[in-house]
């Protein structure tokens, strides 16, 4: 049931309807885990998982220019391909993911939350900026006290 001044439910599928997809833009994604689980503390999980998001056959004509993999969520600077839709990347990238996750490491619970959250940049934002700032994930987090430390980033610019 929703509150009279907030009309959809969180998830609703009508907050979905003004997501655009033009190729060629730059997309900050965030994706959850369900129920925020920390299901990348482990390091197998995290390497399964973060090992699906660059080949080829799941990104498609999307470039993959920053990425973080956190214990309950994922960043992706993702700039969209010719041809391809960003719900459906997203979905895809999170699909392979998952399955990898579930069958080469035996996790039997649902990996990511249904949703995810993303933003289109402005051209004039500065890409490597927003880079920095995904990658910089693990420290703000306390995980680490550099970002070589951590195993689960890259970004195009290095």
């Known amino acids: ?20 997809s033009t190729p060629g833009s730059v997309y900050l994604v965030t994706a959850t885990t369900e129920h925020r689980t920390a299901v990348f503390l482990d390091f197998n999980r995290a ?17 993959l220019l920053a990425w973080v993999l ?4 994922v960043h992706w600077l993702l700039q969209l391909g010719d041809g391809e839709d960003l719900a459906k990347s997203v979905g895809r990238m999170k699909a392979v993911s998952a399955r990898e996750v579930r069958c080469k490491r035996g996790w039997q619970d649902t990996v990511w939350a ?21 990658v910089a994930n693990p420290l703000r ?18």
Do not use: I, Q
């Open 70 to 73: 956190m214990p309950d969520h």
């Open 47 to 63: 390497c399964v998982a973060s090992s699906s998001f660059t080949r080829p056959s799941v990104l498609g004509r999307n470039r």
């Open 114 to 134: 249904s949703a995810f959250h993303d933003r289109t940049l402005r051209r004039e934002e500065d890409l490597v900026a927003v880079a920095r700032y995904v």
């Open 1 to 20: 049931m929703s509150h009279p001044a907030f009309p959809y439910a969180p998830g609703n599928r009508a907050l979905r309807k003004r997501r655009s």
């Open 141 to 158: 987090a306390g995980l680490v006290r550099t970002v070589k430390e951590y195993s689960f980033w890259d970004a195009v610019w290095l």
